[in-house]
């Protein structure tokens, strides 16, 4: 299993302009990582392109993922129009620079889309999006989050629905934390599908904690933490994926409170720690 970092582990970075793509790939070459995952609300194609492939000759580093970040719950056909042109445009770009993967997202809750109807969208969507991916031999990996695809059954679900071998999982072992389920079992409902994996973590809290997430029951209270520091049970997820001979990327995506080049530098290191230990 390789690590990689997403450049969402930094977004402040990029959201102020203290830094480019460019400057993230110098950046996660200095900790250690051997791959970057890229999304496309940072990308500008007329100055990235040339850019990251510079940094990325420079570094040695690998684009391990490009992220799109479409939504297909949208009333407006424009709008899902617009979801499936950022993913056709991920897909563009993880083909140029030699990537496999495009994560991309399903769409989210909002107010007078059910989630019958949203699902309705987001599978005619994904077809779409995975039939431009297979042409380009890329593979789409729908990652869980949010409210119409944040549970192992919603995911599977949908990639079923969707019929298409070029539509995959990205695991993301801590956003199940979220939507109150258990990342194990949720691991062993998605095996035969995952062909991406966001390494994050959670733990619990009390209620009223500073910058905690709350749950989608409403129950439990969770702020992000450092792989293998919550109650994502990261090592025996590592174990899991080995189990079943993933030898994907491993991809960082590290949403805790410490400033966040110092958390991410440590999250790379502790997942690290978790992989050699198996």
Known sequence: MKVSVSVWSVHHYLYDGSWTNADFIDYAASIGAEGVELLSVFWNAETDVPAVRE?????????????????????????????LADIMNAVDMAALFGASVVRVFAGDVKEGVSYDQGKVWIIEGLRGAAAYAQSKNIVLCLENHGVFAGRSEQVKEIIEQVGSTALRSTYDMGNYLLVDQDPQPSFDALAPYIAHVHAKDFKQVEEGTAGAYRTLSGK?????????????????????????????WMSVEYEGLEEQKGGT??????????????
């Open 55 to 83: 940094a990325l000759a420079r570094t040695g580093l690998k684009l391990a993922c490009f992220g799109a970040c479409n939504d297909f719950a949208d009333v407006s056909a424009e709008g899902r129009a617009a979801a």
């Open 220 to 248: 439990s209270f969770y702020v992000g933490v450092a792989p293998t520091a919550g109650d994502a049970c990261v090592p025996e997820i590592v174990a899991k994926l080995k189990g079943v001979g993933y030898t994907g």
């Open 265 to 278: 530098d440590k999250a790379v290191e502790l997942l690290r720690g978790a992989i050699a230990a198996q």
